[in-house]
């Protein structure tokens, strides 16, 4: 790979200078030489577009820095060169510039970029640019591939971009552009994808825009909101579409007819528009390999057309929020793939069928708010993945199958308001079961005290039946959040610890029961105590008022949130997760790291995602508003370096956990306690580079400046390249200073990474983010964790070293000896910035931008 690359280099520079007649050896030897003689010429050489470029550029990372006259264009970072043509006599040489996740910002020289000779692939995304696109990349006449998207554009999509004649893909989503898409941009004819999901279009679709794009495979205009469009029957003339995402865009009328023609389509999503009439009729019959089928929150109506039991590879069907009437086709319940079906909020009746237990990989089934009726399908317990099922509001009727959660997975299940009857069967497989909603039917007998049995049960919802008996002592075992029995036929004294410890127990609508709080007090007192009883009473008063008022609290705190779920979840980045989800997956196996703080959890979503999820232990301090505000500040960092913060999770209590994005690697500190820690340098120096730059950006380039506070291996993930993000971040700001502090103070084993002055400062700075930094170069040095995750001790790495570093052969016994001898003279380097960064004395620790300049060229 090297010596083509240099090639290339070599003959482009040659081909910029081409009428300078200089000897061809004269070129080999130095490209330097070729570029002085040619400056004056009217073809300037590409190191100098590229370098015009970058001086257009606010870089405030130093990711450009090797970008200089005196290497080769095609060394520089973020730079690809191509050879297309094979042997130094090739022009064609085409060139990648990726730019993405760099923190840019500036005013972009794009003229001088677009000339630039075979420019093919050009990625300005994720970064901070604030300006319109610029309409002169519309002369980069050698793009195949332009990515813009989530960079901070704004303004109108250029028409000129209709120039770009060869582009194969275009994405400018995630941005503020605003006005009409250009019908011009039918003139790029070999546009394969094309996605301006998320932005400020408006007006018409011009029908004319997509007759040309026949090549088109990937179309994404989701997101839209002001777009105001019937569907254009054009679509269905592109026949190798296999992704039309028009979610949330604001179409109407209805579906046409050339839709149906779509034969490559694998995803379908058009939910979420003023979409009405029937879905016409033959509709799924040649979708072949359609995966995913989503037309929920439409005015859709009619009966749902047979023909999707054909869609044999159909993974999800979701259809709730329409006005479809009729049975929905049988044969859907069959596919071999199908996971998910949501039906909600529709008309649909008839009877639930049975499902193919064996063989059914359903893992959702979501019919609430329809007018089914019938029994409940035995065959429900049956289907081993089965994670979720609720059929609320429908008409169903009989019982409840006893076997309704011997699927391994079921976690949630609600029947609330149908006409079910009979006792509720001891569930005793439930090992995941977190929510049970069965009010609102005809259920009598009493309230299983297997249920206290069920490890992570967590809401229940009882209420408005005609249940009886006792409420079970062994509820007192479970985590609740919500345990709602009001109006039934239940009496004696109620759990102690159920009054006490849970901030919402609803109990009223139930005359016979008795304890502390309820108009009923249970202990009639005998005349021969009465000044004990008197005594008692006054201490059951006083202990009622109390209750009571933090009851009425906790009460008004649940009342202020607009939906009835203690949790209230907040997502800055579309992540398939629900409140109840993310609870049920608070499980101890899914722990992926501990830490002062509280616990941290990978969750895998429905969509094959990953976050980790943050649950924090210190809570109640901030309000759901304030939380909001900080979380909302950080969610809006965006670095190659940092982990993007997709959302929080707040609780009735207070209770925040923060979502972050998940890498498969799994985090730096995994790989350092591994059985071997076989990292070699070069990886080992990109993980200290990402993560200063990283932190550089945090602290100098964010407006106020962010602290991290609590960087530790853990909280450092690893990429698929080993590119690092930081994670774990901003921890105070969702709990409060106070908070923070007295978990910290609580938590004094786990100080290997903390600065030690943390100790007697009241203010947190910059340069304990240094100490911390500094902690994890010696782990990536030694090759030793400063931190053991089972048993939490320190092994105090920073005295380790400075205990060996002034020894004669002292680098020889800090230095990891699992790594080569080559690599010595940049380990000793990175060493001593290491004991730099965690200098006792805080002024002796260098800046992290200083630290970025040393580490890269160590
Ligand atoms: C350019 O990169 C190649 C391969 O990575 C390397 O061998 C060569 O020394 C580099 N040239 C310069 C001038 O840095
Ligand atoms: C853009 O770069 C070109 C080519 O180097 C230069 O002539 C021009 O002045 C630059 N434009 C701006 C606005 O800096
Ligand atoms: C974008 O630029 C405008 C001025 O052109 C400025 O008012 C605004 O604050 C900037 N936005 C961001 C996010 O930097
Ligand atoms: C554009 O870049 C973003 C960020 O790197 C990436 O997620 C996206 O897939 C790219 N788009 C295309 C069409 O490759
Ligand atoms: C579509 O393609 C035809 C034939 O190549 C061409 O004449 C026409 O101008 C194109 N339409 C648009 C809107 O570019
Ligand atoms: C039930 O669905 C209808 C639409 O079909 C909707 O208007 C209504 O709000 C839903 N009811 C509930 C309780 O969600
Ligand atoms: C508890 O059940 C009653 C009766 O069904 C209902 O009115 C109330 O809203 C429920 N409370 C909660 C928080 O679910
Ligand atoms: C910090 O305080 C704790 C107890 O409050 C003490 O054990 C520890 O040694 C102190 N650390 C330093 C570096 O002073």
Not at 394 to 417: R, Y
Not at 541 to 546: K, L, Q, R, S
Not at 727 to 751: C, I, M, T
């Amino acid at each position: 790979m090297a010596p083509r690359r240099r090639r290339s280099a070599y003959s482009v520079s040659m081909a910029a200078t081409n009428r300078g007649y200089l000897p061809f050896f004269l070129l080999l030897l130095s490209p330097l030489i070729t570029t002085s003689y040619s400056a004056a010429e009217a073809e300037q050489p590409v190191h100098e577009l590229l370098l015009s470029f970058k001086a257009s550029l606010h870089d405030p990372s130093g990711a450009l820095a090797t970008w200089s006259s005196s290497t080769p264009y095609c060394n520089w970072s973020h730079v690809t060169c191509t050879d297309a043509a094979a042997g130094i006599a090739g022009v064609n040489s085409s060139i990648t510039v990726s730019l993405q996740g760099l923190g840019l910002s500036g005013d972009i020289n794009a003229s001088a970029l677009c000339r630039v000779p075979g420019l093919a692939d050009l990625s300005l995304a994720s970064n901070a640019f604030n300006q319109t696109v610029p309409l002169q990349l519309s002369r980069c006449a050698s793009l195949v591939s332009l990515n813009l998207s989530s960079a901070f554009f704004w303004g109108p999509l250029p028409e000129q971009f209709a120039a770009l004649a060869g582009l194969v893909s275009l994405d400018l989503s995630g941005n503020d552009i605003e006005g009409t898409v250009p019908p011009g941009l039918a003139a790029l004819r070999g546009l394969q994808t094309l996605d301006l999901r998320g932005n400020r279009l408006s007006g018409v679709l011009h029908p004319a825009l997509f007759r040309n794009l026949t090549s088109l495979h990937y179309l994404d205009l989701s997101g839209n909101h002001f777009l105001e469009s019937p569907l254009p029957p054009e679509l269905g003339g592109m026949p190798s579409l296999r992704w039309l995402l028009l979610q949330g865009a604001g179409f109407s009328g209805a579906i046409p007819d050339t839709f149906l023609a779509l034969e490559q389509l694998q995803v379908l999503d058009l939910s979420m528009n003023s979409l009405t009439g029937p879905v016409p009729p033959g509709f799924g019959l040649k979708f072949q390999k359609l995966l995913s089928l989503d037309l929920s929150g439409n005015g859709l109506s009619g009966p749902f057309p047979d023909g999707v039991e054909r869609c044999l590879m159909l993974q999800r069907f979701e259809v709730q929020g329409n006005a479809f009437t009729g049975e929905i086709p049988a044969g859907l319940w069959s596919l071999p793939d199908l996971q998910v079906v949501r039906a909600e909020d529709n008309r649909f009746s008839g009877r639930l069928p049975e499902f193919p237990a064996g063989v059914s990989r359903l893992e959702q089934v979501q019919v609430d708010n329809n007018s089914f009726s019938g029994g409940i399908p035995r065959s429900i317990g049956l289907v081993r993945t089965m994670y979720r099922f609720s059929a609320s509001l429908n008409e169903l009727d009989g019982s409840l199958p006893d076997n309704l959660c011997d699927s391994p997975a079921m976690s949630i299940i609600d029947v609330s308001h149908n006409a079910i009857s009979g006792t509720i069967p001891e569930f005793s497989n439930c090992k995941r079961l977190v929510s049970l909603r069965l009010s609102s039917n005809g259920f009598t007998g009493t309230i299983p005290a297997s249920l206290g049995d069920l490890p992570v049960l967590t809401y229940i919802d009882l209420s408005s039946n005609g249940l009886t008996g006792a409420i079970p002592a062994e509820l007192q075992n479970l985590k609740l959040a919500l345990l709602n029995v009001s109006y039934n036929r239940l009496s004696g004294r109620v759990p102690a610890e159920l009054v006490s410890d849970l901030p919402a127990v609803f109990l009223q609508g139930n005359p016979g029961l008795c304890g502390p709080g309820l108009p009923n007090d249970c202990d009639m007192p005998s005349r021969k105590h009465q000044g004990l009883a008197l005594a008692a009473t006054v201490v059951l008063f006083i202990t009622g008022a109390v209750l009571l008022a933090v009851g009425a609290s906790a009460m008004y705190r649940r009342l202020q949130g607009k939906n009835s779920s203690p949790w209230k979840l907040v997502l800055f980045h579309p992540t398939k997760i629900t409140a109840e989800e993310l609870f049920a997956a608070f499980h101890e196996k899914n722990v992926i790291g501990r830490g002062a703080f509280g616990k941290v959890y990978l969750i895998a979503l429905q969509d094959g995602q990953n976050v980790a999820v943050k649950r924090l232990f210190c809570s109640g301090k901030l309000t759901f508003r304030e939380v909001k505000n900080e979380m909302k500040v950080l969610a809006k960092i965006r670095h190659k370096n940092i982990a993007k913060i997709t959302g929080f999770c707040y609780s009735s209590e207070g209770e925040v956990s923060v979502i972050y994005e998940y890498f498969q690697r799994g985090s730096l500190q995994d790989m350092i306690c591994a059985a071997k820690f076989t990292l070699g340098w070069n990886d080992r120096l990109k993980v200290a580079l990402g993560l200063a730059q990283g932190l550089a950006y945090l602290h100098h380039d964010c407006t106020p400046g962010v602290l991290h506070r609590d960087l530790k291996s853990s909280n450092v993930l690893l990429a698929d390249d080993f590119e690092p993000r930081v994670a774990g971040f901003g921890v105070h700001r969702a709990v409060g200073e106070k908070a923070y502090r007295a978990s910290l103070d609580s938590d004094l084993n786990q100080r290997c990474y903390v600065a030690p002055e943390q100790n007697f400062t009241k203010n947190p700075t910059n340069l304990m983010d240094v100490y911390s930094f500094g902690v994890i170069l010696l782990e990536l040095v030694t090759g030793r964790p400063a931190e053991q995750p089972a048993s939490k001790d320190c092994s105090d790495i920073v005295s380790w070293v400075r205990r060996r570093i002034n020894l004669i052969d002292g680098a020889s016994q800090i230095l990891d000896p699992s790594i080569s001898h080559t690599a010595q003279q940049e380990m000793q380097t990175v060493l001593e910035l290491a004991v730099r960064c965690t200098s006792v004395k805080p002024d002796q620790r260098p800046a992290m931008y200083e630290v970025v300049r040393l580490l890269q060229a160590p």
